[in-house]
């Protein structure tokens, strides 16, 4: 499960996003922008609002105050926030290296091709945003809510005909060569294959096409490229709670896609289980008639017979 | 011994194989042979050979002359562009007529179906079957893309606009007892074909087609035969609705097939002067037009041509611009009614796509011959493609407004609980009926006849049409289902809003109409406006009870069903008599009437005593027909069990037969006579705003929020239309 991170707002905040939420609630808030033709939504939906990470912030604390009185002027439509205004500067947010995903966003190919009009929140929407991987016990949840986010373009041909003027192309057919590819898509993220991994949380900079990883064995080999990837929280995680020496045996051991079945792990303990419980009483009753037949041995002996 | 038991067994065996080979060859030539007549006297239909006198050959000269008439406008244009450059007025006039007599000029333009007839040497319609010369099968896209041919007779026999019901799921009524129609069970027969209205007042089967002796003041009291019957709006030709499909086997008769009225639909120079009632020795069906120039004018289905009948609905008969009413028929021409169905023209100059060119069939996307009517629906009508989707959102998206950049986005921020119509329809013809009272008809000197009274005819607000919460479901008698977001269980509209009229204004109107119709006391008028304001007082403290609970149970549940938004609605009663014996909490079986009676002698209950001896509603009354349809029908409008106590007495007398308006009122949907500019914040936003909040089941404080928003005054005051301020009691 995901853990709350974020704190319950405190009361004047909440009575002053009330304000904001009076409209900003309603599901069709939204306009189409006159420049490219695309929708702008300004819907936020209070729950997800306050579940997300941002939960706890006044509306005001990131758009600017201007937006307090009423109407908006035309003229803030053209303002655009930027997740480094906050985030930079704040010391608490150090762990998160946001200069560093900065950079790896601006070498991906997304700005490479799109440039000023890919920003931050065509993936993120800062009114809903949670960190995950981070702190998600379960891959399956992580791989579901990031997939997701790639799959808001790359599932919606019109999206990304309008983004980049060409037509997207189907999902199924360009990895019809990846054997088994829906349990792919179940077990690993989209980005996974397709940034090139990095220091940062969750690398940023995706990848062209051809320069995403083809090579089965870069991921399903003892040293694979998930580790630094998609179980990389995983397994700081472990390793804190199972202690260094035993996560990192049973770490490097791993063969993603192998032992990382529950029940083929359980089944395995069985088998050996029985195996040792099978040898064990095959030598405990060789051991047993041995001995039975050394003991007549003696007693024909005793009583002389031949 | 055993050769000869052998051979004896053979001998059996095949003597058997022989007997049921015979019995079956029997068997399916006796019900090709018998099972028509055999239908026939159980229903008490007719069938017979379909001719028609406009069906006439015509020679080449004047094929070529109705040609060059029916190509006159299109070369005029295509001339004029050409002369366009010529500066004398005089100059141009002579050289555009020049092109006009040219020969080249005039070939192969306009109306391609010219060229067509011209190359194969047609020079005579036949009807359907000169259609299917070339159109035995058409191409036909389907909604997910894929594309395949279909029989294009069995497709148009097939389409609800010749069957007018379905025996099939897809309907977006939901029963009383909480059922949706045909969605579970054994399927019945449901659409026009069998729905008793209070609109037209009678069935199909009773009011096909009639013929009215009328004496209208400018004939000084000389017999003028009229023409009156649901069968003017049918694409069939034949003496009665397409019965023989109500069956889930048989099929109608080859000759109403030959009956088919293709060119109402595709023709553009149809002739509605020729769609009159006539008689011949079988009995009493609809002409229609059949001649050669109007079958040269195929197209597409154009505006033009769906209106020819849903104008009817819409704007009404009279309607200027209903051009059908200007062509009433060259002979017994049609009664004209002057109340509404919905009072919502789709004309250019009432609504804004008409206006913009945009047809019919751009909205209602058809497969083949089958036309979408759009997912949601309140009533009972039968839907060819239930699940195709004709909505504004398709055109318009989820963000439609875009020019007023300082209100784009709270008006997009409505159409999560507001429907466009509610805002883009402001107010409807007046001639929208709300009221129609079929018990005490009134005498018209100027058309000679007796006419049904409408005691309410309003296109307010409030008065002819009113806002409810809607999810896409009706009941059975019209009702728009939905629930306020909030959920609290204060909207319940069946048991409140939709049971009676408020409005004084509308109180008032009525109360006038009735006075001078009736020439009643005002005890009299009082007591007949008791069941028109509160519609519940009708039923005993039992049925009452009845009522509630089974609303609790089996309605609310389909309320709460998706999401709901606010849309306008028609609002509709009548009073009609019912078959007291079939009653239930939410109305009575509505008996129908014979139009020749109620219009020459304005006794209502002889009308009604005439119509109900028509065979197929005694078959109503008996098995199979009680099994095969009516007793699930019955549960779906609320009544336990459909009684089959004829409501005719042996001596000829009404039995248990009580006149009485409708349990509740009906809404009809509106979504036609759209206009660019919607109502304003506060027109809805005040405390006398079009909308009733309270009515909407809002909590107190939400509609104190509602009517006093700190926002509206930053927007203009109030719409163009003077959108009244609303009184309510």
């Known amino acids: 499960m995901v853990r709350m991170t974020t704190l319950p707002q405190d009361p004047a905040t909440a009575a002053a996003n009330q304000k904001c939420l009076r409209c900003h609630a309603l599901t069709t808030l939204g306009y189409r922008n006159a420049a490219d033709g695309l929708y702008v939504n300004l819907s936020v939906s209070p729950a997800e609002y306050h579940a997300s990470n941002h939960g706890k912030l006044a509306c005001v604390k990131c758009h600017t105050k201007a937006f307090q009185t009423f109407p908006h002027s035309a003229k803030l439509r053209r303002k655009q926030l930027v997740c480094l205004d906050c985030h930079k500067k704040d010391r608490k947010l150090l762990k998160f290296q946001f200069p560093g995903i900065l950079r790896e966003f601006q070498a991906s190919v997304h700005v490479q091709k799109l440039g000023k009009k890919f920003t931050c929140f065509q993936c993120h929407d800062p009114h809903g945003f949670k960190i995950h991987a981070r702190v998600s016990r379960r891959v399956a949840q992580t791989v579901l809510y990031d997939n997701r986010i790639c799959l808001q373009c790359h599932g919606n041909e019109p999206a990304v005909l309008l983004a980049s003027g060409k037509p997207q192309p189907s999902l199924d057919l360009i990895h019809a060569w990846l054997p088994h590819t829906e349990l792919h898509w179940a077990n690993v993220r989209c980005i996974d294959c397709h940034t090139s991994p990095s220091n940062t949380g969750v690398s940023h900079q995706i990848l062209p096409k051809e320069r995403a990883v083809r090579d089965c064995v870069r991921c399903h080999s003892s040293n694979s490229l998930l580790l630094q990837s998609l179980y990389k929280f995983q397994a700081r995680q472990e390793r804190s709670r199972d202690g260094f020496l035993n996560a990192t045996i049973l770490n490097q051991s791993y063969v993603i896609g192998a032992t990382r079945n529950y029940y083929l792990n359980v089944l395995s303990f069985v088998v050996f289980g029985l195996t040792v419980a099978g040898i064990a009483v095959h030598a405990g009753l060789r051991r047993y008639f041995n001995g039975k037949r050394a003991a007549e041995d003696e007693k024909r002996r005793r009583h002389g017979q031949p | ?729």
């Open chain 2, 1 to 729: 011994m055993r050769k000869q038991a052998s051979a004896f067994a053979k001998t059996r065996i095949g003597l058997a194989v022989l007997v049921l080979a015979a019995l079956a060859v029997g068997g399916w030539l006796s019900a090709k042979i018998f099972y028509e007549p055999a239908f026939e006297w159980y229903t008490g239909v007719k069938n017979g050979p379909l001719t028609f006198n406009t069906s006439v050959a015509v020679t080449p000269a004047e094929f070529e002359k109705i040609a060059r008439e029916l190509t006159a406008q299109e070369r005029q244009d295509r001339a004029e562009a050409l002369t366009r450059g010529k500066k004398d007025a005089f100059t141009r006039k002579v050289e555009t007529d020049m092109l006009m007599n040219t020969a080249s000029f005039s070939s192969d333009t306009g109306f391609k179906h010219i060229k067509y007839f011209r190359d194969a040497g047609i020079l005579r319609y036949e009807g359907p079957g000169t259609c299917l010369r070339c159109h035995a099968d058409i191409p036909v896209n389907h909604a997910d893309g894929t594309s395949g041919r279909v029989n294009t007779l069995d497709d148009v026999v097939n389409s609800v606009h010749f069957t007018f019901q379905k025996r099939a799921a897809g309907f977006s009524t939901y029963g009383y007892n909480g059922k949706q129609v045909n969605a579970e069970g054994r399927p019945i027969p449901v659409g026009k074909i069998d729905r008793a209205c209070g609109i037209p007042g009678s069935f199909t089967w009773t009011g096909w087609a009639a013929l009215v002796k009328s004496r209208p003041a400018s004939a000084h009291g000389a017999v003028v035969m009229r023409s009156e019957g649901c069968g003017q709006c049918h694409i069939g030709g034949n003496y009665h609705p397409a019965t023989e499909k109500m069956l889930p086997f048989g099929d109608v008769p080859k000759s109403a097939k030959e009956g088919i009225d293709c060119l109402i639909c595709h023709a553009q120079a149809y002739d509605m002067n020729e769609k009159y009632v006539i008689q011949d020795a079988v009995g009493l069906r609809w002409n229609q037009d059949r001649s050669l120039k109007a079958a040269m004018s195929v197209t597409k289905p154009s505006n033009k041509n769906c209106l020819n009948c849903h104008q009817h609905n819409f704007g009404g008969d009279t309607y200027a611009d209903n051009s059908a009413s200007h062509h009433p028929g060259y002979l017994n021409p049609r009664i004209l009614h002057d109340g509404a169905k919905r009072g919502m023209p789709f004309d250019p100059k009432e609504d804004v796509h008409a206006a913009a060119g945009v047809q019919c069939l751009d909205c209602h996307v058809p497969e083949g011959h089958l036309i979408p009517r759009g997912t949601k629906g309140t009533d009972l009508v039968a839907n060819d493609l239930p699940n195709k989707v004709v909505a504004c959102e398709n055109c318009h998206t989820s963000a439609p407004h875009t020019k007023n950049k300082l209100m784009d986005v709270v008006l997009n921020g409505h159409v999560a609980r507001v429907a466009c119509e509610t805002c883009h329809i402001k107010q409807l013809r007046h001639q929208s009926v709300v009221l129609r009272d079929w018990v005490h008809p009134t005498y018209s000197p100027e058309e000679g006849i007796y006419i049904f009274t409408d005691v309410l005819q309003s296109g307010k607000a409030d008065e002819g049409f009113r806002y409810f919460w809607y999810n896409g479901n009706g009941t059975f008698l019209a009702n728009a289902l939905g629930d306020n977001p909030d959920k609290s269980g204060r909207y319940n509209p069946l048991m409140d809003q939709m049971t009676r009229l408020t409005n004084p204004a509308g109180i008032e109107e009525v109360r006038r109409t009735a006075k001078e119709s009736f020439h009643w006391s005002d005890k009299q008028i009082d007591d007949y406006l008791k069941p028109i304001v509160d519609s519940l007082s009708q039923l005993t403290p039992e049925m009452l009870e009845k009522r509630r609970a089974m609303i609790a149970r089996n309605i609310i549940p389909v309320q709460d069903l998706g999401d709901s938004k606010i849309y306008p609605f028609k609002l509709f009663n009548a009073m009609m008599y019912e078959d007291m014996t079939n009653q239930g909490p939410f109305g009575a079986m509505l008996l129908p009437f014979d139009y020749p009676t109620y219009y020459e002698t304005g006794v209502s209950s002889e009308a009604v005593r005439v119509a109900i001896q028509n065979p197929m509603i005694k078959r109503m009354y008996q098995y199979p027909f009680k099994i095969y349809m009516m007793d699930a029908f019955m549960h779906y409008f609320g009544v336990d069990q459909w009684s089959d106590v004829y409501p005719l007495a042996d001596d000829g007398t009404l039995r248990n037969v009580e006149p009485h308006w409708m349990r509740q009122y009906g809404t009809l949907m509106l979504n036609h006579s759209i206009k660019k500019d919607g109502l304003l914040c506060a027109d809805c936003h005040s405390s006398h705003g079009l909308i009733d909040f309270k009515a909407l089941g809002y909590s107190a404080q939400r509609i104190h929020d509602l009517e006093n928003l700190p926002e509206v005054k930053y927007f203009k005051k109030a719409s163009s239309p003077k959108a009244a301020p609303v009184k309510r009691l």
